[in-house]
């Protein structure tokens, strides 16, 4: 079988598996629904990672941070990160990979990465949808199905990122977010504009609600439709257009295991981690 073969067919191999939706339990480390921990994403201070990542590490554990999520890994092997996090007392949340990481012969790389750091989420964001080719969206659900399949059977569970595009691109006048998690299970009338496959129940969400802002959507309103297949969300504070305090309210409630900062100005210092880990662990108390 050929690349273009292999990518063609990913998707209805993992759909036919007839995979049930793992649920909560079975997201990262087996979490209970108990309160979100808070987590820094390393895109959020790259440049001091790039200088000094073990040390950045350590000063983030210092804050209250109880856990990291790639975006680099900073030329670090495996056995590198898993010693370094437990140096100084992180949990290796979620590996943030592009889905050319979830494609054979690199995705048997990236499980054999997750075994040997202790890392059993990956998280995987996609760049190359239009509105023009339907056939971009069909790629990445074929080539993320199929890696949640084999995926799950190493224990380990892949999520979906979304950036702006999956709500601002739109087919029969319903944003692709839409059409890649509900299909026609809640809509029934979109299997008449996507004659193709979704993601499976397999494939958990990793929701950003800056991403969704950006693109003109209300984030409340779209993380309330499907907020308990998140085990992780993407914080970014600084974004007056999200209602934080309601975001993470929907969160506690349905068993969120991490909220994930991610500033997106100042990858320099540790001033605006600092300032989110404050401001979040007030709304997780409350």
């Not at 950045?56 to 670090?76: I, P, Q, S, W």
Request: charged fraction near 25%; hydrophobic fraction near 40%; proline fraction near 5%.
């Amino acid at each position: 079988m050929n690349r273009r073969e292999f990518i063609l067919s990913a998707g209805a191999a993992a759909l036919a598996a007839g995979a049930s939706h793992p649920g909560y339990a079975e997201s990262p480390g087996g979490a209970s629904r108990s309160a979100p921990r808070l987590a820094f994403q390393v895109y959020g201070v790259r440049d001091l990672c790039d200088g000094d990542l073990a040390g950045t590490l350590k000063a983030a554990k210092a804050m209250g941070y109880d856990g990291v999520e790639t975006g680099r890994l900073y030329g670090r092997s495996a056995a590198e990160w898993k010693a370094m996090c437990a140096d100084v007392g992180l949990e290796l949340v979620a590996l943030q990979l592009y889905p050319f990481n979830l494609t054979e012969p690199d995705l048997a790389k990236t499980i054999r990465f997750c075994h040997e750091s202790g890392c059993t989420h990956v998280s995987t964001a996609w760049f190359k949808g239009s509105a023009e080719n339907l056939g971009d969206w069909q790629l990445a659900v074929n080539v993320i199905n199929h890696a949640a399949e084999v995926c799950a059977r190493e224990g380990i569970t892949v999520a979906y990122h979304n950036h702006d595009q999956e709500f601002a691109v739109r087919f029969g006048g319903r944003p692709v977010w839409e059409w890649l998690f509900e299909g026609e299970g809640r809509n029934p009338e979109l299997a008449q504009v996507f004659p193709l496959s979704r993601f499976s129940s397999r494939v958990l969400q990793e929701f950003d609600a800056n991403w969704c802002a950006v693109a003109g959507e209300d984030p409340v309103a779209w993380f309330r439709r499907s907020a308990a297949r998140n085990p992780t969300i993407h914080v970014t504070v600084e974004d007056p257009r999200c209602d934080w305090p309601e975001l993470v309210r929907i969160a506690k409630g349905a068993g969120t295991r991490w909220l994930v900062v991610k500033p997106t100005r100042d990858p320099k210092t540790l001033d605006l981690i600092r300032k989110d880990h404050a401001y979040l662990k007030g709304l997780i108390e409350t």
